[in-house]
T-cell receptor, first 113, second 113 residues
Framework: DSGVTQTPKHLITATGQRVTLRCSPRSGDLSVYWYQQSLDQGLQFLIQYYNGEERAKGNILERFSAQQFPDLHSELNLSSLELGDSALYFC????????????FGSGTRLTVV | DQQVKQNSPSLSVQEGRISILNCDYTNSMFDYFLWYKKYPAEGPTFLISISSIKDKNEDGRFTVFLNKSAKHLSLHIVPSQPGDSAVYFCAAINTGTASKLTFGTGTRLQVTL
């Protein structure tokens, strides 16, 4: 157990739907990062939050949004889902925005049918 | 634009031999590099890192070498063990600016008996 909790582990939904992925960071970690891993692709950075504020943004689609709550857990919202959104979504956390050794959760596997 | 590249999708090595995983990067502003290991159904876990002020960092059976002029780093595992079979991701970061890691596409290592 890495200490980073992601729920749900698996999600199957239809095109056009909206889903929410949840992440609880490791205790004491203030930064949360979201990454997407599509088939045979590397980990693509989506977005980072630090202590409730957006810190950095990657190639995140406009249909996707995220937030970090006062208790530091984070949610990634994916809407108007398309088949191509099927992927593994990982959350990672670190103590501060400058701590490079991220701790990853086990991921949420999203399948859009 | 893939700024971190792992050109070998897979590698097979016999138990006891050396495994060498390679990674190339294009962004000369990257100054800190990390390797992560990923088992199926788990998130990536931090393995070893190296700062650009060094050319080698060793931790037990794992050694990372950095050649800045060639923008190349490699991970050596000696001796390789069956439990090392996993996907290995190379990652890089510019510590002076963004705090997000840029990952390569990964190399699947299989250590055979």
């Amino acid at each position: 157990d890495s200490g980073v909790t992601q729920t749900p582990k698996h999600l199957i939904t239809a095109t056009g739907q909206r889903v929410t992925l949840r992440c609880s960071p490791r205790s004491g970690d203030l930064s949360v990062y979201w990454y997407q891993q599509s088939l045979d692709q590397g980990l693509q950075f989506l977005i980072q939050y630090y202590n409730g504020e957006e810190r950095a943004k990657g190639n995140i689609l406009e249909r996707f949004s995220a937030q970090q709550f006062p208790d530091l857990h984070s949610e990634l919202n994916l809407s108007s889902l398309e088949l191509g959104d099927s992927a593994l979504y990982f959350c990672a956390s670190s103590v501060s925005g400058a701590n490079y050794g991220y701790t990853f959760g086990s991921g949420t596997r999203l399948t859009v049918v | 634009d893939q700024q971190v590249k792992q050109n070998s999708p897979s590698l097979s090595v016999q138990e006891g031999r050396i495994s060498i995983l390679n990674c190339d990067y294009t962004n000369s502003m990257f100054d800190y590099f990390l390797w992560y290991k990923k088992y199926p159904a788990e998130g990536p876990t931090f393995l070893i890192s190296i700062s650009s002020i060094k050319d080698k960092n060793e931790d037990g059976r794992f050694t990372v070498f950095l050649n800045k002029s060639a923008k190349h780093l490699s991970l050596h595992i000696v001796p390789s063990q069956p439990g090392d079979s996993a996907v290995y991701f190379c990652a890089a970061i510019n510590t002076g600016t963004a705090s997000k890691l840029t990952f390569g596409t990964g190399t699947r290592l299989q250590v055979t008996l």
